[in-house]
């Protein structure tokens, strides 16, 4: 789950509205029919074909998840709004997901203050494209510049208290724990780190670089161990040079078909 951004060619609008459409139409054909009926299953199937927006890869980073149609920012840590402004340091300037750096951010001009989830774009657009590219290439820019740091809370809320320590583990429990975690847990890793009901385990590849190690508390009140590490900000940097190619897209579209569609999902 998360936010995700596509850009819809005119005639992409078009299809997809008519899509919408049919399916409205075969929900009132078929919502009373049980739903091993043959037709209402053919009749489905053949909705599925449908086709969505185009994929068009980034001229710089042609295997990046962004796209010059598609950009991302997933719930997570992980995710370009959460990951950006932390590493710039505006995290608490505005409310997330609105904080200086994130994709809201960058696209204010475009969005102003709306809440709706479809824009049309036309040629009084363009000067807004043009400052959310602005605003994408000045992050990047930042993000070269700045120093990477992010944190990270190891609290217990998941799983019964029998699955934390009973009282101060050893040395050689501490590590014994981590190696088997660390061999059993390796494939489902984020960013090099993994959570458990005991905490989190980094080391999966290269490991990261802690710098700091404080106590707080976590999302419910309970005790937390808070890391600060010094993260890899390369990928973001990328997804915001693809953001800048996404408003160049946009432009490009608007000039070539007199309009295009922004789907703000999230």
Known sequence: MGLDVYLYEKAEEESSNASEKAWDEWYEQFKDVPNDDEAKVAARDALRQSSGPTDVPSERYPEHLFNRR??????????????????????????????????????????????????????????????????????????????????????????????????????????AWYREEKAHHAEH????????????????TEGVEVLALTVGRGVLGEPAAIAVYRGDASSYIESAEITAEFCDEAIALIRRDGAVFMHWSS
């Open 70 to 175: 598609y950009l991302r920012s997933s719930y997570n840590g992980g995710g370009f709004n959460h990951a950006v402004p932390e590493f710039l340091g505006t995290v608490g300037d505005a409310a997330y997901p609105l904080e200086r750096g994130s994709l809201y951010w960058i696209f204010e001009p475009v969005r102003g203050g709306s809440d709706e989830y479809s824009f049309e774009l036309s040629d009084g657009s363009i000067a807004a494209l043009e400052e959310a590219k602005g605003r994408a290439l000045q992050v990047a820019d930042e993000l070269r510049k700045c120093e990477p740091l992010r944190t990270i809370d190891a609290s217990c809320i998941l799983g019964s208290q029998e699955h934390m320590w009973s009282s101060p583990p050893s040395e050689a429990q501490v590590l």
């Open 189 to 204: 890793s984020i960013e090099g780190w993994f959570g458990t009901a005991k905490g989190m385990v980094f080391g999966f």
